[in-house]
């Protein structure tokens, strides 16, 4: 039997087979399958794709993996199962010359031109786990003990896959009574009155620590020449605590001002900062 590729098929490689060898591995394909002719399901611009191709935006994407898989369901329940008179390797392929299969390409074909979905329903819970996703992806830090990306997205105020940024997270994020810590992504729940540079209990604990230089003598030079080496000490640990769990907690979040007058106000951050006695 010499395996053919129907007249359609003959024009659609030639405006979109992309390989120069595509006609002969579709005929291939043809033979290995004893068809006397095949042909492959289109869609709107072209061959109907399984969504592994490249594409413009995630939207398009997920659209085609949504139509390939209904389009792949259709033919399993009309035609039987895939090797039969019909096949998917990237391009959904069938037996030219099979009414039930022709019916099927039909089908799909016709539906596409009509609207862009086959099957809204799953299309729509592949975008809403897509977005979903974006939501994971964009989220700064780590979720809080009572959120996911469910909350986030009712938060969101028409939202588009494709196109949730971080600052729409943290938008929603703040939606549900969150603020981000001012030196890190750790979430907070301050006090919506205050207002300031809410810091984590970590942050905090940096933020305590007094800035201090050292002077290093350069070897092998002249005794007074040497440079200076910033850096910090350790955090003011002991000052803090009581600031950090009493009030701190109260107001869900400790404030950079409220550690910077808290060390400068106590004795041991007072010498650590002036180096000397208050």
């Known amino acids: 039997m010499n395996a053919t590729l129907t007249p359609e098929l003959c024009a659609a490689v030639d405006q979109f087979g992309h390989r120069y060898d595509t006609a002969q591995n579709l005929i291939r394909e043809c033979a290995a399958h004893d068809w006397a002719r095949i042909a492959i399901v289109m869609g709107v ?3 109907l794709e399984d969504g592994d191709h490249w594409y413009g935006t995630e939207a398009e994407q997920v659209r085609a993996a949504s139509n390939y898989d209904t389009a792949k369901r259709w033919f399993t329940e009309e035609c039987g199962p895939i090797g039969g008179t019909w096949d998917d390797t990237g391009w959904l392929m069938y037996d030219a010359d099979d009414p039930t299969a022709v019916a099927v390409a039909e089908r799909v074909t016709g539906c596409l031109h009509g609207y862009p979905f086959l099957d809204e329903d799953d299309h729509g819970e592949r975008e809403h786990a897509a977005m979903l996703a974006e939501i994971d992806q964009e989220m700064p830090g780590t979720y809080p003990d009572d959120v996911d990306a469910s909350d986030v997205f009712r938060e969101l105020d028409c939202p588009e896959l494709g196109r949730i940024t971080s600052d729409d997270v943290t938008d929603a994020m703040r939606s549900l009574g969150y603020t981000p810590c001012s030196d890190c992504t750790e979430w907070l729940t301050p006090m919506t009155t205050r207002c300031g540079e809410p810091l984590c209990r970590d942050c905090a604990l940096e933020e305590s620590r007094p800035a201090q230089s050292t002077t290093v003598p350069i070897p092998g030079a002249d005794p007074w020449r040497a440079y200076t080496v910033y850096g910090h000490g350790e955090p003011l640990t002991d000052v803090l605590t009581p600031y950090l769990d009493g009030y701190a907690t109260q ?12 060390v400068r106000g106590s004795r041991t951050g007072y010498r650590a ?3 000397r006695a208050a």
Do not use: P
């Not at 107001?251 to 007058?261: I, K, L, M, P, T």
């Open 45 to 47: 611009s072209g061959f």
């Open 273 to 275: 900062v002036y180096g």
């Open 251 to 262: 107001q869900g979040a400790a404030y950079r001002e409220d550690v910077r007058a808290i």
